[in-house]
């Protein structure tokens, strides 16, 4: 079934993204760090700038970059999980 309104699949990673961390703030979970590592699809700044924007006034770092898996151990972590 065609949609009208067609979705772009690094939108639709962004918005998965946004759901998951969205779930985390929800449940009460307490974590060590303000700062939330993921691995970009498209322009790394555009995308940082837009979960910015969305998580404003919650005091969460984000660094947003292409490689982010190799370069930062929770991420890391996040990507063995995700693929097993």
């Not at 065609?2 to 009460?28: F, Q, Y």
């Amino acid at each position: 079934m065609m949609r009208k309104t067609p979705n772009n699949l690094n939108a639709i990673s962004h918005d998965c993204a946004m759901e998951m961390i969205w779930a985390v703030l929800h449940a009460g979970v307490t974590i060590d760090t303000d700062t939330c590592y993921v691995d970009t699809v498209g322009m790394p700044d555009a995308y940082r700038q837009k979960l910015e924007r969305v998580f404003e006034g919650y005091n969460i770092n984000f660094v947003v970059e292409k490689k982010a898996d190799a370069k930062y151990a929770p991420c890391s972590a996040a990507s063995v999980v995700a693929k097993e």
